[in-house]
């Protein structure tokens, strides 16, 4: 088995200071979280950026920058921005591409249309194929985040048409309202759709998150933790993304797989060491 990558969701768009005060909100808050989290073992950072007036998430190009140099100031970890926008306010195509000038290497690709939990998220063929085409420009990997194997679906033919580059990356994402269940179940057949080559990680929602976690752990897939997908440690505990990175670094340890550095998880996804215009900025 390969060594395991764990993805830090940091702060997502939604979870504000009244349902969990360890949300990170500011740049500062966002960065410094990040920072902890790649310290603790995560190799790669999905990462959304807020509006510090409503705490809800923006597409401000400024402030994606100004947490990218905090955070790159001290580690050096897979960056992967966010092309969701807000889920219930449909942002216009272009803003939503945003994340794609700033250099990261990587970015969000959510693989289709859907209810998610009272909000409509939208993703439609004409945006898909527009973020795969501005994707490949600019050489950055998707995040290919699949909320039904009917996801999975669409990024296989969206490869075969040469849509997408390989090899592909899958964020299977389990247990949000108006997607797959976070069943072993769910989990083990949309792994088993992959196309030879891929890699692959999964997000369970709440208290999911560390039962899908652990069946990743176990069947070679990757991990992703973090407040944006899930804000508890323990029933009744709040979590910080630290304390999340850190309780997944000991489980795999404990079970006989090492974690991945950042270089080691750029060679697992097949990223070229160094790609990006922000690293060349930084050297
Ligand atoms: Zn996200």
């Not at 088995?1 to 005060?21: E, H, N, V, Y």
């Not at 402030?63 to 216009?92: A, F, H, M, W």
């Not at 079970?255 to 060349?280: F, H, K, Q, V």
Request: hydrophobic share 40%; aromatic share 4%.
């Amino acid at each position: 088995m390969s060594k395991l990558i764990i993805t830090c969701a940091i702060t997502g768009s939604r979870i504000q200071k009244k349902d969990t005060p360890l949300i990170p909100i500011s740049p500062e808050e966002i960065a410094e979280s990040a920072i902890a989290s790649v310290k603790a073992g995560a190799s790669l950072l999905h990462i959304h950026v807020r509006d510090p007036k409503t705490e809800i998430g923006t597409q401000d190009r400024s402030i994606y920058e100004r947490v990218l140099s905090l955070i790159q100031e001290e580690v050096d970890p897979v960056i992967c921005l966010s092309t969701s926008g807000v889920p219930g306010k449909n942002l216009d195509h272009e803003k939503r591409l945003i994340p794609l000038e700033l250099g990261p290497d990587m970015v969000s690709f959510d693989a289709g249309s859907m209810n998610l939990g009272d909000s409509l998220f939208l993703n439609p063929p004409d945006f898909l194929e527009l973020l795969a085409k501005k994707a490949k420009e600019t050489h950055v990997k998707l995040e290919l985040e699949c909320f039904h194997s009917g996801m999975v679906h669409t990024c296989i033919q969206m490869i075969e048409a040469g849509l997408i580059e390989r090899p592909p990356h899958f964020q299977l994402v389990l247990g949000v309202r108006g997607g797959a269940p976070a069943t072993l179940n769910s989990l083990i057949n949309m792994a088993a759709m992959l196309p030879q080559g891929s890699t692959w990680s999964v997000i369970g929602i709440g208290s999911a998150q560390l039962q899908m976690g652990i069946h990743a752990l176990l069947m070679g897939g990757h991990v992703r933790v973090g407040l944006e997908d899930n804000i508890y440690y323990r029933k009744g505990q709040l979590a910080t993304n630290e304390q999340l990175v850190k309780r997944m670094v000991n489980l795999s340890r404990e079970l006989g797989r090492d974690i991945a550095t950042p270089d080691e998880a750029r060679e697992l996804l097949g990223l070229p060491p160094r790609m990006n215009a922000l690293d060349s900025k930084r050297r």
